[in-house]
T-cell receptor, first 114, second 114 residues
């Protein structure tokens, strides 16, 4: 069965420090992985995706994510956190046979403290 | 323009009312989605339209009725809702089929059923 795990409900980081939001997945075939961010009372914004190729994917707002096939992980990273990065982050996955349905993680609340 | 526009932003309706949510995109996307999201939870897929035809209905109660008048518009007709239907309703669109295709979300309609 397909699944996504975001093991941390909340991550606290001081402004200017690097941040990591963790995501692990389980799919039967090749994974297609996505990160979305949701600011309070807003819709979801697409950050980045991994389809194939380079394991390090760069996305919007200075975020990047590293695909690790052996560890089945797709952690979101940013070298220097901003207070404005505080939001709810969702990891999601599809397998290669799924056209529309996304399997979502439970979400991680990121709090950046000044 | 990577915008999905939803109206209204907020809606309060009684359990006997009939109302509609509207969604519009001008990105030429051929797949459009309705999601339901409860607070601090990942979105739950309700319906998918692909090339203006209903492609997926995730066993949604009949009090929710989707409509896709053309490739740019998506409606969700609401009738005889229950208080537990109160949630953020998100519309999204994507370029089409394909496991690696990302979706773009609107800002949502905050629905309260009284």
């Amino acid at each position: 069965a397909q699944s996504v795990a975001q093991p941390e409900d909340q991550v606290n980081v001081a402004e200017g420090n690097p941040l990591t939001v963790k995501c692990t997945y389980s799919v039967s075939g090749n994974p297609y992985l996505f990160w979305y961010v949701q600011y309070p009372n807003r819709g979801l914004q697409f950050l980045l995706k991994y389809i194939t190729g380079d394991n390090l994917v760069k996305g919007s707002y200075g975020f990047e994510a590293e695909f690790n096939k052996s560890q089945t992980s797709f952690h979101l990273k940013k070298p220097s956190a901003l207070v404005s990065d505080s939001a709810l982050y969702f990891c999601a996955v599809r397998d290669e046979d799924s056209n529309y349905q996304l399997i979502w993680g439970a979400g991680t609340k990121l709090i950046i403290k000044p | 323009d990577t915008e999905v526009t939803q109206t209204p932003k907020h809606l309060v309706m009684g359990m006997t009312n009939k109302k509609s949510l509207k969604c519009e995109q001008h990105m030429g996307h051929r797949a459009m989605y309705w999601y339901k999201q409860k607070a601090k939870k990942p979105p739950e897929l309700m319906f998918v339209y692909s090339y203006e035809k209903l492609s997926i209905n995730e066993s949604v109660p009949s009090r929710f009725s989707p409509e896709c008048p053309n490739s740019s518009l998506l409606n969700l007709h609401l009738h005889a809702l229950q208080p537990e239907d109160s949630a953020l309703y998100l519309c999204a669109s994507s370029q089409g089929r394909g496991a690696g295709t990302e979706a773009f979300f609107g800002q949502g309609t905050r629905l309260t059923v009284v």
